[in-house]
Each structure stands twice: as structure tokens, then as C-alpha cells.
């Protein structure tokens, strides 16, 4: 794996610096490593901040594909957003582009195991084509809590875009998530309660 942060600044680290595993106040240079990479990992970083903000278009997402494809190490590259690492698998599940999901997972396949400190892809996948993907080639996801102890089913209960059969399938693959609380003490009942969207045949299921 290539442990390297690259985006805006963030506690005093640059932004193309790489973090050595055993030392984290370790710094040496993404251009050291590779100065294709930086340049590319350069142009993923202004692509996913497009990608992120809805702006992008096919051309931009046909270039990030691209880039994955010529360059899969830039899925190793733990980019900055909202003060947050985030490999670019973490990022496109939580935009809800497939395609892209898939062509990262294929480029890095360890990042979707990978809790960078808010939780894995599978807690931010945003629709039920990426929920499925994520849970064929990572089961064991269903049952992982973020840092506030919730399982993607706790977050599948109160997204805005509430989806009753992603709901459905995390419960088929780990159903003992209804059971388990978050740090706040609630479950994904409780969770699914607050939620406006919540639907009776959500609340059925749950």
C-alpha cells in the first residue's frame, strides 16, 4: 500500500505528503515516490472535488476512469475531504457512481476493509446496486461499526434517500445490527424513528 494523504491541508500537513506506517510524524514527498503518480493523483484530486460537488459529466468521470486504469496506485492514495481521509472507493460509494466503485475496487481491493477513521464504503454506499456490490466482495462489512459504533445498517436508517431494500439487505446478510447500539445508546429502530423519510413498510422490517 501506498500511505499517502494528498489534498488540502489538514493539521499542518501539506498536500502531497506521505505518512510512513510506522511513524506517522514521518514525512517524506509524493513526488519522491513517483512524479507520475503525483501528477495524476494531481488531476484525480481536482476530479473528485468536481465528482463530490455534483458537478462533473461524463467526460470527467470517463477521465477518472481512465486514470484508474493507468494508474490503479492512485486508489492508494488517501485523499483529503471535509478534514477527512478518504480513499477514492470510500468516495465514489458515497456519491453513488457504480462504475467507478468498481473500477477502484478492482485497482485497490483492500480499501473496501479500510475504516479510515469514519467507517468503510459499505457505511456511506448510497444506493442498492453499490450496497450489493460492496457486500458480495465484503460480507464481513455488515457487521463493522464506524467510530460512533454504527453498522451501515444505523446510517441506512437515517439517509435522506431512505431505501427499504438496502435495508433488506444488510438485514438478510447480518441481522443481529437491529440489536446493536451506536455510542449515543440507539439502535437502527431508533435511527429509522428520527427519520422523516421512514416509510411504515421500513418501519415493518425494522
Not at 507520475?36 to 459529466?57: I, P, S
Amino acid at each position: 500500500e501506498i500511505t499517502v494523504c494528498h489534498g488540502n491541508t489538514i493539521k499542518g500537513m501539506g498536500r502531497t505528503e506521505i505518512m510512513d506506517p510506522t511513524d506517522p510524524l514521518l514525512f517524506g514527498s509524493l513526488d519522491a515516490a513517483s512524479s507520475d503518480l503525483a501528477a495524476v493523483a494531481d488531476l484525480l484530486f481536482l476530479l473528485l472535488q468536481k465528482h463530490t460537488e455534483g458537478l462533473d459529466d461524463d467526460e470527467s468521470e470517463q477521465q477518472m476512469l481512465d486514470c484508474i486504469r493507468d494508474y490503479p496506485e492512485t486508489c492508494q492514495v488517501r485523499f483529503i475531504f471535509e478534514g477527512m481521509f478518504w480513499y477514492p472507493l470510500a468516495l465514489f460509494s458515497r456519491t453513488g457512481n457504480l462504475r467507478l466503485v468498481e473500477a477502484a475496487y478492482q485497482a485497490f481491493p483492500e480499501a473496501v476493509g479500510c475504516d479510515l477513521g469514519h467507517g468503510l464504503p459499505l457505511h456511506f454506499a448510497k444506493s442498492l446496486e453499490i450496497t450489493m456490490f460492496l457486500l458480495r466482495v465484503f460480507p464481513e462489512g455488515a457487521r463493522k461499526p464506524n467510530k460512533q459504533l454504527q453498522t451501515p445498517l444505523h446510517l441506512a436508517c437515517i439517509a435522506k434517500e431512505l431505501n427499504v431494500d438496502v435495508l433488506r439487505l444488510l438485514l438478510d446478510v447480518y441481522p443481529t445490527a437491529l440489536h446493536m447500539s451506536d455510542d449515543k445508546g440507539w439502535t437502527p429502530l431508533h435511527n429509522l424513528c428520527a427519520n422523516r423519510q421512514a416509510t411504515t413498510s421500513a418501519l415493518q422490517l425494522v
